[in-house]
């Protein structure tokens, strides 16, 4: 599931929050030699938000050429950082919506985000469920209610 936090005062105590993914991508790449984001779910990211083509180790192919994982974009950074490590909870205000979109079609286990701004997603069959400041909501339902919030 995925977890919503509409305003930092919400996210519980023991995640600590990622406001800049570009500084705790590049230390996690470090501190494990690339390796914290050498699995399946990095490389479906990698592919949808990228269009990365080819990995090898931290060298990835796209439809521009070849490029270092430590150069994509942040939003893919920061979805890379939320499906990973979900003991944090990773700020979105660097996501686009293709990372946004990519993050609640590819999570498979938890994470945690904190909504700065608001980003539209469409769930026309609403079938993603996430958790929306600890109450179970519709991805609809929970857009909504972000939305109120800004408003």
Request: aromatic residues 10%; contains cysteine.
């Amino acid at each position: 599931m995925i977890n919503i936090f509409s305003d930092c005062t919400l996210v519980p105590s023991e995640l600590d929050i990622i406001y800049d993914a570009e500084e705790w991508f590049k230390y996690h790449l470090e501190a494990s030699g690339g390796e914290a984001f050498n699995n399946d779910i990095s490389n479906r990211i990698l592919h949808r938000i990228e269009g990365a083509t080819k990995r090898k180790g931290n060298e990835i192919i796209t439809k521009y050429g070849k490029t270092h994982i430590k150069d994509i974009s942040t939003g893919c950074k920061a979805v890379l950082l939320a499906l990973n490590f979900p003991n944090y909870c990773v700020s979105n205000i660097e996501m686009g919506d293709n990372a946004m979109i990519a993050l609640f079609r590819e999570f498979k286990s938890n994470a945690n985000i904190l909504v700065y701004n608001c980003i539209e997603i469409d769930d026309p069959s609403k079938t993603l469920h996430i958790k929306l400041d600890g109450e179970v909501t519709s991805l609809f339902d929970a857009v909504i209610k972000i939305l109120e919030k800004f408003e």
